[in-house]
């Protein structure tokens, strides 16, 4: 079966500017995770889907964060207007248990000049 | 709150010799622990996972963990790395969502 993908794969953008990260998830898989790594720091949990539902938020730093789940398939992930904080790696994750573990994407590396 | 501590941020050792990579955790409630690995320029990837039963785990690539509820930890061990274990590698504690240690990087040497 085809992993969790996401792209950009890498996204070199401008403080003030908008960026749409894009996950695909495991077909099949309802539950759909947000995290982050900031400068080598832990791996953060940002928010989680189910279906197109967000089931817990608690993790996103700001409003300038936007999830989204069109039709509980893809998920986008907005930043606007990007700041220099917001750089870092996003990983996209998919499990279709939430008791077991997840499947993650390769990761969106953002890098915010 | 759940909360995962990994004990060493980096850990060099030499090829063939064997290591251990501490995790300790706390919870109030039983939770499911997990062990990933990041290559380099790739993504998370599953080691293995504690959910119930024994407390001995064993993973893909020779690794395998101990599950203690006493000393609250799942150390994870490989009895002779190689030098393509270099890599970095999370503890994770899942209750409610995943939660990650800050990550060990290990680098085997030749």
């Known amino acids: 079966e085809a992993g969790v993908t996401q792209f950009p794969s890498h996204s070199v953008i401008e403080k003030g500017q908008t960026v749409t990260l894009r996950c695909d998830p495991i077909s099949g898989h309802d539950n759909l995770y947000w995290y982050r790594r900031v400068m080598g720091k832990e791996i953060k949990f940002l928010l989680h889907?189910?279906?197109?539902?967000?089931?817990?938020e608690s993790g996103m730093p700001n409003n300038r964060f936007l999830a989204e789940r069109t039709g509980g398939t893809y998920s986008t992930l907005k930043v606007q207007p990007a700041e220099l904080e917001d750089s870092g790696v996003y990983f996209c994750?998919?499990?279709?248990?939430?008791?077991?573990?997840?499947?993650f994407g390769s990761g969106t590396r953002l890098t915010v000049v | 709150a759940q909360s995962v501590t990994q004990l060493d941020s980096q850990v060099p050792v030499f090829e063939e010799a064997p290591v251990e990579l501490r995790c300790n955790y706390s919870s109030s409630v039983s939770v499911y622990l997990f062990w990933y690995v990041q290559y380099p320029n790739q993504g998370l990837q599953l080691l293995l996972k504690y959910l119930s039963g024994s407390t001995l785990v064993k993973g893909i690539n020779g690794f395998e963990a101990e599950f203690n509820k006493s000393q609250t930890s799942f150390h994870l061990r490989k009895p002779s790395v190689h030098i393509s274990d270099t890599a970095e590698y999370f503890c994770?504690?899942?209750?409610?969502?995943?939660?990650f240690g800050a990550g060990t990087r290990l680098t085997v040497k030749p």
């Open positions: 889907f189910v279906k197109e539902s967000k089931q817990d």
């Open positions: 994770a504690v899942r209750y409610n969502d995943m939660r």
């Open positions: 994750a998919s499990s279709e248990d939430r008791r077991y573990g997840y499947t």
